[in-house]
């Protein structure tokens, strides 16, 4: 412990700058939590400026320690990390088997490992996988399209779904993803398209994702009626939600056959019955076929001629956005569009093949992911501490500059997402508020834990804490936050 590690990525001088710029750019939808303003600042020569305290969270003063964060100072001292955090690991809430990682980023110095080459339940830290994978294999603006083309017959519409699981279905939808794709500006087009011809019928085309639409390791309560994930489908809006209302604990009620009800939701747009929906293939596009009856003279009905679409918010939002609420069926979609990318079937198996696959081709260790889904719901994936500490290293590297989106998806403790009220319980655990940023995960018996954060002596520490066998998740989750409150407060 303590030795320089073997290259995988080249961290450049500039690291500390990338992560500190990547939790405020690409869309700007997440704001600048906690210090990080004054950090900003800070970097840019401009004085501190204090936050405005938030009225269930004080928000904590801005301090200069990680204004001049580098990669120039020395690095931690492994053997003082690991008396700072040997009690901490060792604690009986984390359960019986604990991995775990933590290494000084502009040094790649290993600080602290126990079991960090060998796999463990991840739970939803296998979203920074299933993140750093599609924004390399498809980049950050690529954007996902569902469309409606002319069916078979006149007044026949078919709308193919393109895998983008956040399509809203209509205006007031904009509370769960903002900017999201909407159902009814899709129905306003196709109408405006038919003109004179009626809508008589909806085709429901979902053949772009293949195999089952449950992962190995899923229970049927997953879906139903524990919310916690939704049948992956191509076609779906508001990733299977019956309301477009996310709720961090307890799940959200799903369909429980999101195209068909998203097929159903636009044919009421359009004028057509629910009982003249069913699902099918659209038709390559042909001749003019007979116009219906309703048509205007001379008008000729082309079967698999586009009627309409709609394009999703770039990628990099949508990655957002799983990261942020921990979403189990965006991150599903997303490792299909990592399959389709790379020619494979985007199915659960073609997405873990294509992940693994990428991870690699990236210099990553991807022989060190067992992938059976992509949102870590699964019980059956394996992911080593080593794989998430060298992805957030590499993240955070510039060689992969879109790989830098990534910490701004990342939950701030005491801030945002799936850590907005984490790091409360004990006090001293406040001291991480605004400064550590890390995708949580939890499933029953298993808690887990990887981001970056910033020490007071001013190194950016990249880390993984993957525990399992704790009898209460609350007890447990307190304990991971402790070990990284340790190193941010750890004058090591």
């Known amino acids: 412990m303590g030795t320089r590690r073997k290259t995988r990525t080249k961290v450049v001088s500039a690291v500390v700058v990338l992560i500190l710029l990547a939790m405020v750019a690409v869309v700007g939808v997440v704001v600048r939590p906690g210090p990080v303003d004054g950090w900003l600042d800070a970097l840019s020569g401009k004085p501190d400026a204090t936050p405005t305290p938030a009225a269930t969270t004080p928000e904590p003063t801005p301090t200069p320690v990680l204004a001049a964060a580098g990669s120039d100072g020395s690095a931690p001292d492994p053997a003082t990390v690991k008396k700072a955090l040997d009690p901490l690991v060792g604690a009986a809430a984390l359960g019986t088997t604990v991995h775990i990682q933590v290494v000084d980023v502009a040094s ?49 519409v078919v709308i193919i779904g393109g895998g983008d699981a956040s399509l809203a279905v209509e205006e007031d939808d904009k509370d769960l993803f903002p900017g999201a794709a909407r159902l009814d500006d899709l129905a306003a087009q196709v109408k405006k398209a038919l003109g004179g011809t009626k809508a008589t019928r909806v085709v429901v085309d979902t053949s772009l994702f293949k195999g089952p639409e449950t992962a190995n390791g899923w229970s049927a309560w997953d879906v139903s009626p524990g919310g916690q994930v939704a049948r992956i489908q191509s076609l779906m809006t508001n990733a299977g939600r019956v309301e477009p209302v996310h709720n961090e604990f307890g799940g959200d009620p799903r369909y429980s056959d999101p195209a068909l009800s998203a ?73 299909r569009q990592v399959a389709l990318a790379a020619g494979q079937e985007a ?46 290293k590499l993240a955070a590297g510039g060689q992969h500059p879109e790989l830098s ?61 993957m525990a399992k066998g704790g009898a209460d998740s609350i007890t447990a989750r307190q304990a991971l936050d402790k070990i990284a409150a340790r190193l941010v407060a750890c004058g090591c």
């Open 347 to 392: 199915s659960f198996a073609g997405a873990a093949a294509a992940m693994n696959a990428k991870l690699t081709e990236l210099g990553l260790p991807g022989d060190q992911a067992r992938l059976n889904d992509a949102s870590g719901l699964s019980n059956r994936n394996g992911i080593t501490p080593d794989l998430l500490v060298e992805t957030l």
């Open 263 to 335: 097929g159903k939701l636009f044919a009421e747009m359009i004028g057509v019955s629910g009982t003249a929906v069913r699902k099918g293939t659209a038709p390559a596009a042909g001749n003019a076929a007979t116009p219906a009856a309703s048509a205007p003279a001379g008008t000729a009905w082309t079967p698999g001629a586009e009627l309409g679409k709609v394009q999703s918010p770039p990628l990099v939002q949508i990655v957002d956005w799983m990261l942020q609420q921990s979403d189990n069926v965006l991150a599903e979609a997303l490792a």
């Open 405 to 465: 989106n990534i910490f701004n998806g990342l939950p701030v403790a005491g801030w945002s997402g799936t850590l907005e009220t984490r790091f409360a319980t004990p006090s001293a655990n406040e001291t991480a508020q605004g400064i550590v940023r890390a995708k949580t995960g939890s499933l029953s018996g298993v808690n887990t834990l990887a981001g970056v954060l910033v020490t007071k002596e001013r190194q950016v520490l990249a880390f993984a804490i």
């Open 108 to 156: 790649d110095t290993v600080l602290y490992e126990r079991n960090a080459d060998r796999m463990n339940t991840p739970a939803s830290t296998t979203k920074v996988l299933t993140a750093a994978t599609v924004l390399a294999a498809r980049g950050p603006a690529h954007r996902l399209e569902t469309r409606v083309v002319a069916g078979s017959r006149p007044g026949e």
